[in-house]
Structure formats: C-alpha cells, structure tokens
C-alpha cells in the first residue's frame, strides 16, 4: 500500500504539472482512523496529501459529474466502473477524465473491526503492512488479516482491476474465482412470500430517511430526488414502515442496471441497515434476464435503455 | 417486488392497445377476480391516523 501512495502522489503531481489535469481527486488521511475522506488537488505540491490503504472505500465517481475542470480520478475496480456507467449516460465526456486505476484488494470494514475490538477501547490508530491492519487503542493493539475484516460487498467482488484506465498505479491484481456473489439473494428468494415481507420490514425497521446512502451513492445525482419532490409528492416522508420501505425498493429500481455493487450505500448508513439487498436482487435478475453486468463496457447501452427482441416479457398479460 | 414480499398475483401487468376492447374486458374480469381472490391488501398500506 505504501508504494501505492508514493505512485500516486507522483501520477497526481506530474498531471498537474504539465497541466494535463485541472484536478486530480483522491484521497487523503480522515480526521478519524479508518475515515479517508476524499480531497481534491490543484496544485502539484498539495499531492502529498494523497494516500491509498484498506480505508478508501468512498466511491469518488461520486464527486466527477456536473464539472467544467478536466479531472484526473484515483479509481478501483467498483469506481471504474462507475466512472464508465457515467460515461454512457452523458454525465461527463471519456476525454474529461483521467484514469488512475488501482488494482484493489478490497477495503476493509470499519464497522465489524470496531466490533471486533468494542471491549477493548476506542481506536485510535490504523496501520496496514503486507495484508494485515493493526489497530491501535490506548490500552490495546490488535492485528487483524485483512482478508478476515473485508467489507461484504469487497469479499465477494468480481472486478477487483479498473475496467477503464489511463494509467495504472500497479500491476492487476487476480481476481477471485469460484465466488457466489448472490448466496444471500438465493436464501432470501427461497423464502415464502409473508417470511420475505417480514424480511425486509425487519431489514429496514432501523431506517431514520436521512439519505445517506442515496448521497453516497454515484448513480443518484438526479437534480430533484424523488423523495425530495413535493409536486408531486410521490413518496411519504415519515418514518411510517410503508413510506420506507417504498423509498427503499424505489432506489433501487432506479440503480437497476446501473448498481456496480461498490457498497458506498451501506459504508454510508449510519445505522447500518443493509441497503444492498435490495440492488442485489436487481444486480442478479439483470445478470440472468440479459446477461448484463454494469459498468464494464462503454460500447453496450444498459438493458433498461434497450429494446430488443428477445428481451423477456412473460409477466405481460 | 415480489422479492420484497408483496403476495404473488397482488402486482400484474399487462398490455392492452386502445383497439383491443375485448382484451381490456378480458383483462379486467381475470385481474379483479384474481385481487378478491387473495382479499384485501392489508401489508404495505398505509394506515392513517384517525381523526375525530
């Protein structure tokens, strides 16, 4: 990871020096351990500021549209393929940005290391060395393997390497094999209808509508969200299960075909419902019904753009 | 939506051109009597407060 951070720093300051880029996003130290949070650069001595370990789970698609700037973006596998999926949908030209693809391991889980260590104290600090994160308190020290604390959507991830990129910071690294990234989708669809229902009320019983897994998330950046709309008012905005559960599965229908699974939505919940249960399922049907996965080619437009012949229609009367 | 646990049969599509009346009335007649079939939709409905 170190040598990640000095080629990073070197791709971002040689950009901004020959004036390639107006911008290069990455990322830099959070005011809180295992809390990096994303920094823009416009001048290349300000490039130090950037860093690359297991804590840069912030998908930085996230900040790239709605800009004049020609932008350099620090991209794993997941952005990548979001930074693609914007491409496709006109929010931003492929010559606006570029690429500094990192191959990714996966990012490591903040909330089950700070369950793992609840007991011992608050963490103060988070270092990282050959795969494995030692985390620091005042009166502990625990290391864990990395591979043990990985966030879910990292551990069953299938695009581990940019799809797109203009410069890579290292070599790829090799992707998993012989993963199941839908098991938890499989047992849910076994359920019986009234067990389903009662599924997903328990999964989002914790919901406060504070948005942030919407705000976190790189397909939503409609002007007027529909939750926020008055005129009309398409969805209630108490904290009635019904008005929930409608915001919940609506959101997810808007990312159908788009989702790359980066998991910002459920780094971002604060109460830590599991929000990609819902873009899974729709992540699995797209995979069976077209054989679609998002983001991995600029020349294919998504099936809920496309007509074609063949598409399924038995659930048409 | 069926994944999240709206009963089989509560959600149906279908498509009816305006030439087509005698398949909206088909249509109609199959939709209506497969909803009383399954009774009144109790989950994911709102309930109001009620108010004097």
Redesign the interface.
């Known amino acids: 990871m170190i040598e990640y951070n000095q080629k990073i720093r070197e791709i971002a300051a040689r950009l901004l020096k020959e004036g390639k880029v107006d911008m290069v996003i990455g990322f830099r130290k959070g005011t809180m351990p295992m809390m990096n949070e994303p920094c823009f650069i416009k001048k290349p001595e300000q490039a130090n500021l950037l860093v690359w370990d297991s804590h840069c789970g912030i998908n930085l698609a996230n900040y790239l549209y709605d800009r004049k700037e020609k932008i350099g973006v620090v991209a794993k596998g997941c952005d990548s393929r979001n930074i693609v999926t914007h491409i496709v949908e006109n929010k931003i030209r492929r010559e606006q940005v570029y690429i500094i693809g990192v191959p990714c391991t996966g990012m490591a889980d903040k909330r089950r290391i700070a369950l793992l260590t609840q007991k011992d104290g608050e963490i103060r600090e988070v270092s990282e060395e050959k795969g494995r994160i030692t985390v620091k308190g005042d009166k502990f020290n625990k290391i864990f393997e990395k591979g043990e604390v990985l966030q879910d959507n990292c551990s069953t991830c299938l695009h581990r390497n940019p799809v797109i990129h203009d410069e890579m910071v290292a070599e790829p690294v090799p992707e998993q094999t012989g993963i199941d990234p839908f098991k938890d989708v499989r047992e849910t669809e076994k359920l019986p209808p009234e067990e389903k229902r009662v599924f997903f009320k328990n999964l989002v019983a914790d919901c406060i509508r504070c948005y942030a897994c919407r705000n976190a998330c790189p397909l939503c950046y409609c002007p007027t969200c529909f939750v926020d709309e008055a005129r009309p008012q398409w969805v209630g905005k108490s904290v009635d299960p019904t008005d929930t559960m409608t915001f919940h599965f609506l959101r997810a229908y808007h990312c159908a075909g788009r989702c790359t699974d980066c998991g910002a939505c459920e780094r971002a919940c604060p109460v830590g419902i599991r929000v990609r249960q819902f873009t899974k399922k729709l992540n699995k049907d797209c995979l069976e019904l077209f054989n679609w996965k998002a983001g991995l080619t600029l020349d294919e437009r998504p099936p809920l753009d496309t007509y074609k012949p063949q598409d399924p229609n038995d659930f048409i009367r | 939506?069926?994944?999240?646990?709206?009963?089989?049969g509560r959600l149906?599509?279908?498509?009816i051109s305006s030439a087509e009346a005698t398949k909206f009335v088909d249509?109609a007649r199959?939709v209506t009597d497969a909803i009383r079939a399954l009774g009144p939709n109790t989950?994911?409905?709102?309930k109001l407060p009620k108010v004097a």
């Open positions: 939506m069926e994944h999240i646990g709206i009963e089989p149906q599509f279908s498509w249509v199959i989950h994911f409905a709102k």
